[in-house]
T-cell receptor, first 113, second 111 residues
Framework: NAGVTQTPKFRVLKTGQSMTLLCAQD?????MYWYRQDPGMGLRLIHY???????AKGEVPDGYNVSRLKKQNFLLGLESAAPSQTSVYFC????????????FGPGTRLTVT | SQQGEEDPQALSIQEGENATMNCSYK?????LQWYRQNSGRGLVHLIL?????REKHSGRLRVTLDTSKKSSSLLITASRAADTASYFC???????????FGKGTRLHILP
């Protein structure tokens, strides 16, 4: 099993450009999450999904959109990138069972100039 | 807003010594988890402790939970160079279906 994979690993965008980050998991997990990690800020939840076709806002959703059309994929979109969105983005998944651990992808390092 | 806050922010110890880091949280929790993050990598789950548990062990890891003080500690015994990483606590509650991470403790094991 590959676990949780993220595409791409690195990306540089110019302000105003758009892009989509792809997260895929092969563990048949119901729940999927997108976080951003900035120095000294820990992980902050952007959006999450508790099942195929559902999405919900997290702590810092502004400027991002998500879609969960297939159970194994969770897409994070930036419609008009801003320098403040320079960060490392992590995707995670879990079964959704109470107390279950989250499995993380390797991260995507995004720089917006 | 962050639920868990780790303390200290950074810790350097000699290899072989024990490392202790703490996590405090603000509201009632259901479970508390600890994760490790090696530089440039995703987080990896270490251990979970439930709100009705006071102590849990896993290999060289010992976790305690004091719900009256809303705090937890993670002890790594006989530290090794490979333990150099950032450690995060994460809490969940009955109120919602997501977990909240703290800002982490950076642990550096000196040779």
């Amino acid at each position: 099993n590959a676990g949780v994979t993220q595409t791409p690993k690195f990306r540089v965008l110019k302000t105003g450009q758009s892009m989509t980050l792809l997260c895929a998991q092969d563990m048949n997990h119901e729940y999927m999450y997108w976080y951003r990690q900035d120095p000294g800020m820990g992980l902050r939840l952007i959006h999450y999904s508790v099942g195929e076709g559902t999405t919900a806002k997290g702590e810092v959703p502004d400027g991002y959109n998500v879609s969960r059309l297939k159970k194994q994929n969770f897409l994070l979109g930036l419609e008009s990138a801003a320098p403040s969105q320079t960060s490392v983005y992590f995707c995670a998944s879990s079964t959704g069972t109470e107390g279950d651990e989250q499995y993380f992808g390797p991260g995507t390092r995004l720089t917006v100039t | 807003s962050q639920q868990g806050e780790e303390d200290p922010q950074a810790l350097s110890i000699q290899e072989g010594e024990n490392a202790t880091m703490n996590c405090s949280y603000k509201t009632s929790i259901n479970n508390l988890q600890w994760y490790r993050q090696n530089s440039g990598r995703g987080l990896v789950h270490l251990i979970l402790i439930r709100s009705n548990e006071r102590e849990k062990h896993s290999g060289r890891l010992r976790v305690t939970l004091d719900t009256s003080k809303k705090s937890s500690s993670l002890l790594i015994t006989a530290s090794r160079a490979a333990d150099t990483a950032s450690y995060f606590c994460a809490t969940d509650s009955w109120r919602d279906d997501k977990i909240i991470f703290g800002k982490g403790t950076r642990l550096h094991i000196l040779p």
